[in-house]
């Protein structure tokens, strides 16, 4: 693979968008222009990424009308309080439909930036540049945007597709090695769910990912971008195949819910969630021990956690649970896996060795 590469996610009706893949292409105008409607641009992004990319960004926005919000960091923020002070930021500015929210951050400012722009004078354009590796592999496509309740992760938000995305690896030279760790999850995800090559590459890969080998990243970010767009193109509102990409999340929101929104890392969460679901899976016996051990032991690789943690009590996590999105007219319905590479959307688990895995039973 050579060092930049653009896929496209195909949704038909004119709204196809690139998802543009390099090093050091930040401030490339000419992958982002094309993709804005109008002159006025709002950049929002937070206090940690504001002062290490906004100056890198801004070549690719000169000549154009650009305003700044610039958002507290972290989960606890991921609210609707935020979301109504970047349409406070919009109406002060009187900036109009034709103007272009512009994510520049991790996965956080996205989710909150892309609901606002959905809303905004009933939606506005929106473009992703993501700075996190979870950002680049899978928050920053696909269209899902939102914020969350005290009650439920990612309660209120609305699909809301980008123009363009601008994921630049070169950004991640920066990133906390916790959070480039909690990445690896999601991209571990789609090797589970559909691409057990990828899942083989990883389990080779590994060292250089975490050395941050540009080469490395740029394919673990185009395998994963590739996987994420043929989901979302085949069912963009998720009424099927598309909740596979849910897989260990509806444990993992549990636990980011029942500790404290922030105090696990998403990445965090979905990996434990991940391997509960194959806990459960072989339990069913769907799956092999055999698999079990593998994805245990590349999450293990990747540093991530391969248990819930003691403080997430299994009753709460129940409850919690119970508010998922997959839950239709109350029948329960988790991502659980047949095999590496093969996940099914199912009712059709056992809830009594469900709560005895939770320690709920
Ligand atoms: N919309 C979707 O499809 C989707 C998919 C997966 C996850 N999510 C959501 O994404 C969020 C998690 O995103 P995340 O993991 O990117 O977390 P995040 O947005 O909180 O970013 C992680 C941390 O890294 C910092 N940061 C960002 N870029 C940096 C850089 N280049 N250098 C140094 N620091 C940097 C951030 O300020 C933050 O402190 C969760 O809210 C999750 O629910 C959404
Ligand atoms: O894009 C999707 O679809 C996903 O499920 C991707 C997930 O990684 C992501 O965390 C998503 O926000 C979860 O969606 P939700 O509908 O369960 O809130
Ligand atoms: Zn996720």
New binding site residues.
């Given amino acids: 693979m050579s060092a930049r590469t653009t896929l496209t996610v195909r949704l038909g009706g004119g709204r196809d968008y690139p998802i543009h893949i390099g090093a050091g292409i930040l401030g490339e105008a000419e992958l982002l222009r094309p993709h804005l409607p109008g002159r006025q641009v709002m950049v929002v992004t ?4 504001a002062p ?2 906004l100056d890198a960004l801004a070549p690719a926005l000169e000549g154009l009308e650009r305003r700044e919000v610039v958002l507290p ?3 606890a923020h ?1 609210t609707l309080a935020t979301v109504a002070g970047i349409w406070d930021a919009l109406l002060d500015a009187g900036f109009h439909r034709t103007a272009t929210v512009l994510a520049l ?7 909150i930036a ?1 609901f606002a722009a959905a809303c905004y004078q009933r939606g506005v354009a929106f473009v992703q540049v ?6 680049q592999v ?9 914020v ?1 309740h005290p009650l439920g ?2 309660m209120i ?1 609305a699909f809301h597709q980008p123009r363009c995305v601008l994921a630049d690896v070169a ?6 090695e916790r ?1 480039l760790r ?2 690896l999850a ?1 991209v571990i995800k789609y090797g589970l769910i559909r691409d057990p090559d990828l899942f083989a590459w990883l389990e080779a890969r590994m060292p250089a990912l975490l050395a941050r080998e540009r080469r490395a990243l740029v394919e673990a970010v185009a395998h994963s971008c590739r996987n ?1 767009a043929a989901v979302v193109a085949a069912d963009e509102r998720e009424a099927g195949q598309r909740a596979l ?1 849910n897989l260990g999340h509806t444990f993992g ?1 549990a636990i ?1 819910r029942v500790l404290g ?2 105090i696990w ?3 965090e969460a ?1 990996a434990a969630g991940m391997v509960l679901a194959a806990r459960l899976s072989v339990e069913m016996g769907w799956l092999e021990p055999a698999a079990l051990e593998r994805i245990v032991a590349l999450l293990e690789a990747a540093g991530l956690p391969t248990a819930p943690p003691r403080e997430a009590d299994g009753g709460a996590m129940l409850e919690a649970m119970g508010l998922d999105k997959k839950v239709a007219d109350g029948r329960w319905r988790l991502v659980l896996l047949r095999g590496i590479g093969r996940a099914v959307v199912t009712d059709a688990f056992d809830r009594n060795a469900l709560e005895r895995l939770l320690g709920a039973g």
């Fill in positions: 937070n206090e940690t990424v290490l990319y960091d972290g989960e991921k951050g991790g996965g956080v400012v996205g989710d892309g993501p700075t996190t590796l979870l950002a899978d928050s920053s496509v696909g269209g899902k945007t939102g969350n992760k990612n938000g950004t991640l030279d920066t990133l906390p959070e909690a990445g999601e994420k990409l929101h980011e929104y922030g890392l998403h990445g979905v």
